[in-house]
């Protein structure tokens, strides 16, 4: 199979390692590449967490044996004896944060929260601290609700930036591994307001931080309801466009299927449209192709075509696969009003062959199409055409509309030079 559409590769080095491993797993069962090889990357991947029994399923999956290393055993006993361990420090605190009195009195200031619990249930900075080690080991062993948990915790607690920054990357890691896609989506916004507000020491740290926000964010918007409208608000964004710009390209695929996607978001392609034109020289793919093809070139054949690539290209997507459906129906949709804009009288088997449909299919596709777009149209059965009913507007009406046009652009001109000359009147008036 080819491998030559897959972004999993250039994506890898924005996300963190519990979040690669679905993308492997996906790749491995789809075939695109080496099962073997894949295996090995996922053990590999793994390798120095504490996620002990995958680690151990592994192996003997890779080796093909029962018997294991003495040291993964001795690893599993180790990992426990911690997790028991921090389990009961934490619990110290966690036992006065988990009375109603004490949720009710905390605040929006983290310093305040913390010096109340310290003269109240004298609760130290250490003892907080504790939360953040306990959260990072329960998410290193693979216990994601337990580790987000704990990491909000910490945050609403803590004035230590840095650590509440990392706390915040790790609990919405945590909230995507176990599928809380609302919780998830309150991550995008918390870290995205984080990232934008925040004074960082070097404009590349700032980039770096919304590079991996742009990755991470697709495992939440092609999941979540509200997803479709999300990446095409977050990513159209200036400071975003200019991030997938200059640092990852391929992005311009998932904004691409998201505007293709969402019908009611249309009104974006000419935008869209204009980025794919800019960035052709340095990404392309079947999606972005598309776009080319049929908004830029008019190329209707070409467009089929890459349209016929698309399908294989999400299907092979771990994020696009289930858009596939979606994607191929408007992009029909959007084919036949582009074509239709254009000509004024269309041969239906033609445009079937264009949609790649079959006839019957083809005439339905074309009914419904002006039903639903109340183009002005009539099919005219006996020749098997499309008549467009295009309104021609005569010279004098142009003449006139422009005219119109002239006298409202003359009155607010006067309107601003009266406005200029009594305010000038006033002035002198004062002195």
């Not at 003892?127 to 306990?134: A, K, N, Q, R, S």
């Not at 092609?222 to 400071?239: E, M, S, T, W």
């Amino acid at each position: 199979m080819s491998t030559q559409y897959d972004v999993t590769m250039r994506m890898i080095p924005f996300l963190d390692r519990h979040l690669i491993y679905p993308l492997l797993s996906f790749l491995e069962l789809n075939e695109v590449y080496n099962v073997d090889d894949l295996l090995k990357a996922q053990y590999e991947l793994v390798a120095d967490t504490n996620m002990v029994d995958f680690i151990i399923e592994s192996y003997k999956k890779i080796n093909k044996t029962d018997q294991v290393p003495k040291e993964l055993n001795e690893k599993r006993e180790k990992v426990l004896a911690q997790l028991e361990d921090m389990q009961v420090k934490a619990q110290k605190v966690m036992s006065v944060l988990e009375q109603p009195e004490v949720v009710a009195a905390l605040r929006q200031d983290n310093g305040q929260n913390l010096e109340d619990l310290k003269k109240s249930y004298n609760i130290t900075e250490e003892m907080i601290d504790v939360l953040y080690e306990f959260g990072q080991l329960q998410y290193s062993c693979g216990r994601y609700g337990g580790a987000a948990d704990m990491l909000y915790h910490f945050r609403v607690l803590s004035n230590d930036h840095g650590r509440c920054l990392s706390a915040s990357w790790g609990k919405m890691a945590a909230e995507i591994l176990e599928g809380n896609w609302d919780a998830a989506l309150e991550e995008i916004q918390y870290l995205r307001e984080i990232i934008d507000q925040k004074n960082f020491t070097a404009p590349l740290q700032q980039l770096q931080q919304r590079t991996w926000l742009i990755h991470w964010s697709l495992f939440v918007f092609f999941n979540h309801p509200k997803g479709r409208d999300g990446i095409v608000d977050l990513f159209f964004a200036p400071a975003y466009l200019n991030t997938i710009q200059t640092t990852c390209p391929w992005i311009l695929r998932y904004l691409a299927t998201a505007v293709v996607v969402n019908r009611r978001r249309k009104t974006q392609m000419k935008e869209l449209v204009k980025i794919i034109e800019q960035e052709g020289y340095e990404y392309r793919d079947p999606v972005t192709e598309f776009i080319e093809a049929l908004f830029i070139k008019f190329d209707f054949e070409d467009a089929q075509k890459k349209l016929k690539e698309c399908e294989y290209v999400l299907s092979h997507d771990f994020f696009l696969a289930a858009t596939e459906e979606d994607f191929m129906e408007n992009a029909r949709q959007f084919i036949s009003e582009t074509y239709c804009r254009i000509h004024q009288k269309i041969n239906i088997k033609e445009m079937c062959q264009t949609l790649n449909l079959d006839q019957e299919e083809g005439e339905k596709w074309i009914v419904n199409l002006i039903r639903d777009t109340r183009v002005d149209a009539k099919i005219d059965f006996e020749e098997n055409t499309v008549v467009m009913n295009t309104p021609v507007t005569s010279v004098y009406q142009q003449v006139i509309e422009r005219t119109k046009g002239l006298s409202f652009r003359s009155q607010v001109l006067a309107s601003a030079i009266k406005r200029r000359e009594q305010a000038a009147q006033q002035d002198v008036s004062a002195q």
